[in-house]
């Protein structure tokens, strides 16, 4: 029952043009080539300083406590190249991060007139 509840959701997505979506999970969670990681490396520590606090590595590291192996609280080179081997590592332009609506403009919240609560 379980496979073909899954099978008939699969189905179902596929035909409503939900396969984007899932192209792009899949983009964002696929490791990057050590091109890639050198690159992101250097915009990271654009200042040269040889090591990244957690607070610099915040847009590219999906988790900081597993790539930083030593546990000092800094990411080196060799960790952060290291992490960027295991899939941990992304480029905050391919991972869709700036992606969305900053809530400014107010499009897909409620449908009331401005000011008029439901």
Not at 69 to 94: I, P, W, Y
Request: proline share 3%; charged share 15%; aromatic share 6%.
């Amino acid at each position: 029952m379980k496979k073909l509840c899954a099978a008939s959701i699969a189905a179902l997505l596929a035909t409503a043009g939900a396969t984007f979506p899932v192209q792009m999970a899949t983009a964002a969670n696929a490791k990057l080539s050590n091109a890639e990681c050198s690159a992101i490396w250097g915009r990271a520590d654009s200042a040269g300083g040889g090591s990244l606090t957690s607070a610099q590595a915040q847009p590219y590291v999906s988790n900081f406590s597993k790539v930083d192996a030593n546990a000092d609280g800094q990411l080196s080179s060799a960790e952060f190249m290291s992490g960027c081997k295991k899939g941990l590592v992304h480029d905050t332009a391919s991972t869709g991060a700036s992606e969305g609506a900053s809530g400014s403009s107010g499009e897909g919240h409620s449908n009331a007139p401005r000011g008029q609560k439901y």
